[in-house]
């Protein structure tokens, strides 16, 4: 099984500074295979970026997901207030693993 | 718009059943291939199982934790995908979520609002 691990596991940021979260994995994943998630209190996770790089629809553009092999980064350009919450990663080998998440915080 | 509503979490006795329900509309449900997440108070998300459309076979795919105890399963005529949850031991205490996998199979576009399971003596 595939282990991702994310970095760093809490980011004090404040509104419009630029975010960037790492998803480390313990072997070699498709970038195909590469997704990332936004989730607030008490809500269901939100697709953000497939495929490691695609923006899900209705996903702003200050979103953007790059990355391959073991090393993959989502990067929020300026954060809107809307923006903090906990982001997971995710891929999809023999079957599906998830980060264990970064949470943005304000500063 | 796409909707996905689960029902049937509830407190349950460890070895104990539940049978978790997810009625989904705004897409074509009979050609999608459809996943349970499930995620444990205050901690991240875990994949639970997929079930493949029937016209690949309806074929089921679970996690390690839970393979021999829960079985996904589909009723196309009624828009629905169930999660039999047999043998619980507390460690299977979660929100359960129903989504709908995406792009080959990568990932999971859409969730439902969840339904928590609790294990407990």
């Known amino acids: 099984e595939i282990v991702l691990t994310q970095s760093p596991g809490t980011l004090s940021l404040s509104p419009g500074e630029r975010a960037t979260l790492s998803c480390r994995a313990s072997q070699s994943v498709s970038s195909s295979y590469l997704a990332w998630y936004q989730q607030k209190p008490g809500q269901a996770p939100r697709l953000l970026i497939y495929?490691?790089?695609r923006r899900a629809t209705g996903i702003p553009d200050r979103f953007s997901g790059s990355g391959s092999g073991t090393d993959f980064t989502l990067t929020i350009s300026r954060l809107e207030p809307e923006d903090f919450a906990v982001y997971y990663c995710q891929q999809k080998g023999s079957s599906w693993t998830f980060g264990q998440g970064t949470k943005v915080e304000i500063k | 718009e796409v909707q996905l509503v689960e029902s049937g979490g509830g407190l349950v006795k460890p070895g104990g059943s539940l049978r978790l329900s997810c009625v989904a509309s705004g897409f074509t449900f009979t050609s999608a291939w459809m996943s349970w997440v499930r995620q444990a108070p205050g901690k991240g998300l875990e994949w639970v199982g997929r079930i493949k459309s029937q016209t690949y076979g309806g074929t089921t795919d679970y996690a390690a934790p839970v393979k021999g105890r829960f079985t996904l399963s589909r009723d196309d005529s009624k828009n629905t995908l169930y999660l039999q949850v047999n043998s619980l031991i507390t460690e299977d205490t979660a929100v359960y979520f129903c989504?709908?996998?995406?792009?080959?199979?990568?990932?999971?576009?859409?969730w439902g609002q969840g339904t928590l399971v609790t294990v407990s003596s």
């Open positions: 495929g490691a790089s």
């Open positions: 989504t709908k996998t995406f792009h080959s199979d990568s990932s999971f576009d859409y």
